[in-house]
């Protein structure tokens, strides 16, 4: 059974740092490209970044380009998402998705992790 | 960057009738191969959002046959063929055409 397992979330100071995990269990972990969706309180989904099964390609939201960094350690079955210099429009619910391959994107999730929460504020 | 309208925003819908939701995308999906770069995802109450259909008209695993998605393009619909009570929630589509991937704003639905 696949699981995603989000970790890491907290409040944090507006310029602050904070530092993502998402445990993968359930799945062959470096076969999949991962993605970080947020979703702020009350509002829409987005898309935040996704990483190649290799962790060679990333792609992420021009919201966060320079300033989060996503990863992953294929030996420890996990995702990570490095945020820093936090907004308070970066507080959301973040999820961690596992690619879909039947759709040929990466961007197709199949499988979504309960969400941590990121509350930015002074 | 596309972006993505979805039509209505809320629909009340009665149990075992059919019921239906729009998506436009400001730039066509469709890929030369012949496959349209869109997904539709359902997010129920309380949970985290899932995987209804991929290209457009495919159903991912699981999910029931009274769902069907359609279109091509720029026009593309989400059919639920008899509403269960178990259907509530907000759905939402997505192109993965062209980076960055974008969602629509989501259309909540709810029983009468």
């Known amino acids: 059974e696949v699981q995603l397992l989000e970790s890491g979330g907290g409040l944090v100071q507006p310029g602050g740092s904070l530092r993502l995990s998402c445990a993968a269990s359930?799945?062959?972990?470096?076969?999949?490209?991962m993605n970080w969706v947020r979703q702020a309180p009350g509002k829409g989904l987005e898309w935040v970044s996704t990483?190649?099964?290799?962790?060679?390609?990333?792609y992420n939201a021009d919201s966060v380009k320079g300033r989060f960094t996503i990863s992953r350690d294929n030996s420890k079955n996990t995702l990570y998402l490095q945020m820093n210099s936090l907004r308070a429009d970066d507080t959301a619910v973040y999820y961690c998705?596992?690619?879909?391959?039947?759709?040929?994107?990466?961007?197709?999730?199949?499988?979504w992790g309960q969400g941590t929460l990121v509350t930015v504020s002074s | 960057d596309i972006v993505m309208t979805q039509s209505p925003l809320s629909l009340p819908v009665t149990p075992g009738e059919p019921a239906s939701i729009s998506c436009r995308s400001s730039?066509?999906?469709?890929?030369?191969?012949?496959?349209?770069?869109l997904d539709w995802y359902l997010q129920k109450p309380g949970q985290s959002p899932q995987l209804l259909i991929y290209?457009?008209?495919n159903r991912a695993s699981g999910v029931p046959d009274r769902f069907s998605g359609s279109g091509s393009g720029t026009d593309f619909t989400l059919k639920i063929s008899r509403v269960e009570a178990e259907d509530v929630g907000v759905y939402y589509c997505?192109?993965?055409?062209?980076?960055?991937?974008?969602f629509g704003p989501g259309t909540k639905v709810n029983i009468k």
């Open positions: 998705a596992k690619d879909f391959p039947g759709s040929g994107s990466y961007y197709t999730v199949d499988f």
């Open positions: 359930g799945f062959t972990f470096s076969s999949y490209a």
């Open positions: 990483i190649s099964g290799s962790g060679s390609h990333t």
């Open positions: 730039q066509s999906l469709l890929h030369s191969n012949g496959h349209n770069y």
């Open positions: 290209l457009g008209s």
């Open positions: 997505r192109q993965v055409r062209q980076d960055p991937p974008t």
